[in-house]
């Protein structure tokens, strides 16, 4: 890739990262989270923001031991082996056949409202019609657009966790015993907060260098941090009607009033378009770098993986079909993509913990990888299987 795409500097970068970090997430798991086990979602958050952390600053240093369209599956290769490499870039790559249909369904639920004679499926066909014309853009100046973009919303949520706060005049904290089964659950329901920073190294070939990507990681780490902080604090401590699920609206509606709706549905489906532009533009990256084949190879004079991303389109339509006609479902999209992120996830962490010398960031990936194992356990029996199937293939494969 000539220097001339490498413009991305470490503001536009995070506009890139901030916005799809957050994603669906922010806006389905803080209340989601609350109304199954109340202000216990504080510790869960605590925990799961905690080794997100720690998990966006490993696979910021794979990335930029290891630069390069293939992202972080070049450092596995250079740790593990070149059928490692294959391993983990086809993990990634069967989770975005999934997870972004997923997020293309939950986009689609906050505009249906005002769309009653359409079905979601064909709703979700029209966003994904608009970020698939974003991703054609040149990534520079999808990265400052998204950075404009990313910070309105962050400021929205944050000023509104903010004043619930401050507008609050009892604090009180009452925490109740949860199963164990509640308690893993949880985890795997948060885990989709910290889905995206594998994706990260897809770009670092658009940064002007390795200490932009580092400073974009971190900054992006902290302001990802201090959102859902804050936004479980408001939903936890806030005065809201006790009688009825808690509602993401619930926390915007003293600034915004009447607009409320209007603004969590656009901030809704921007999310959720920033999300599929950092998974669909990352993976559609790895995949033209692995060279399968002339066409999934092709990339356009912006720097576009125009072959890679025009097969994951078709790829969607199918799957969108799919749900329509009823043989798959929001539930097992999201069970399917999260099962083989998690698996990715973990062979980058076993490259960190070949690659590092000692310290904080070999310790961290070391637990990291046992307890991603632990909540892998937990995902479904099919994609289990899938993912055991192909390490065994992997590991007999000379």
């Given at each position: 890739m000539s220097k001339q795409h490498k413009k991305l500097n470490a503001l536009t970068l995070s506009g890139l990262i901030i916005g799809p970090i957050l994603g669906s997430g922010v806006i389905l798991l803080p209340p989601m989270l609350y109304n199954m086990i109340g202000n216990y979602?504080?510790?869960?958050?605590?925990?799961?923001?905690?080794?997100?952390?720690?998990?966006?600053?490993?696979?910021?240093?794979?990335?930029?031991?290891?630069?390069?369209?293939?992202?972080?599956?070049?450092?596995?290769?250079?740790?593990?082996?070149?059928?490692?490499?294959?391993?983990?870039?086809?993990?990634?790559?069967?989770?975005?056949?999934?997870?972004?249909?997923?997020?293309?369904?939950?986009?689609?639920?906050?505009?249906?409202?005002?769309?009653?004679?359409?079905?979601?499926?064909?709703?979700?066909?029209?966003?994904?019609?608009?970020?698939y014309f974003l991703l054609l853009i040149r990534i520079s100046f999808l990265g400052k657009l998204m950075l404009i973009v990313t910070s309105a919303i962050t400021i929205i949520f944050l000023f509104s966790s903010i004043n619930i706060l401050f507008t609050t005049d009892h604090?009180?904290?009452?925490?109740?015993n949860i199963s164990f089964e509640e308690f893993g659950y949880s985890f795997i329901l948060v885990f989709w907060a910290i889905?995206?920073?594998?994706?990260?190294?897809?770009?670092?070939?658009?940064?002007?260098?390795?200490?932009?990507?580092?400073?974009?990681?971190?900054?992006?780490?902290?302001?990802?941090?201090?959102?859902?902080?804050?936004?479980?604090?408001?939903?936890?401590f806030g005065e809201f009607p006790k009688d009825e699920e808690f509602k993401l609206l619930f926390l915007i509606e003293p600034i915004f009033g009447k607009y409320s709706n209007i603004i969590l549905s656009t901030i809704s489906n921007i999310l959720c378009i920033g999300t599929l532009i950092l998974f669909v533009g990352g993976v559609s990256r790895l995949i033209t770098s692995l060279q399968l084949t002339k066409i999934s190879s092709k990339v356009s004079k912006n720097g576009v993986p125009i072959g890679a991303l025009n097969i994951l389109s078709i790829i969607y339509?199918?799957?969108?079909?799919?749900?329509?006609?009823?043989?798959l479902t929001l539930d097992n999209l999201v069970a399917f993509a999260d099962g083989f992120f998690i698996a990715n996830a973990i062979i980058g962490l076993i490259t960190a913990i070949v690659l590092f010398d000692r310290g904080i960031l070999k310790y961290g990936a070391i637990f990291l990888t046992l307890l991603f194992f632990a909540i892998l356990l937990f995902s479904n029996i099919f994609i289990l299987i899938t993912i055991f199937a192909l390490l065994a293939f992997t590991y007999l494969k000379k």
């Open positions: 979602s504080l510790i869960i958050w605590a925990i799961i923001l905690l080794l997100g952390f720690i998990f966006a600053l490993v696979f910021g240093k794979l990335a930029t031991l290891y630069p390069g369209d293939g992202g972080v599956s070049l450092a596995t290769k250079a740790a593990l082996g070149k059928k490692y490499q294959l391993l983990t870039s086809f993990y990634l790559i069967c989770a975005v056949f999934f997870g972004p249909v997923a997020v293309l369904l939950i986009a689609a639920k906050f505009i249906q409202e005002y769309f009653p004679n359409t079905s979601l499926e064909v709703l979700a066909f029209f966003v994904y019609v608009i970020t604090f009180s904290l009452n925490i109740h889905v995206g920073w594998e994706v990260i190294g897809n770009y670092s070939n658009e940064v002007e260098n390795s200490i932009t990507l580092t400073k974009a990681v971190v900054f992006s780490a902290i302001v990802v941090s201090l959102v859902y902080i804050l936004m479980t604090l408001a939903i936890c339509i199918i799957t969108l079909f799919l749900v329509y006609i009823d043989y």
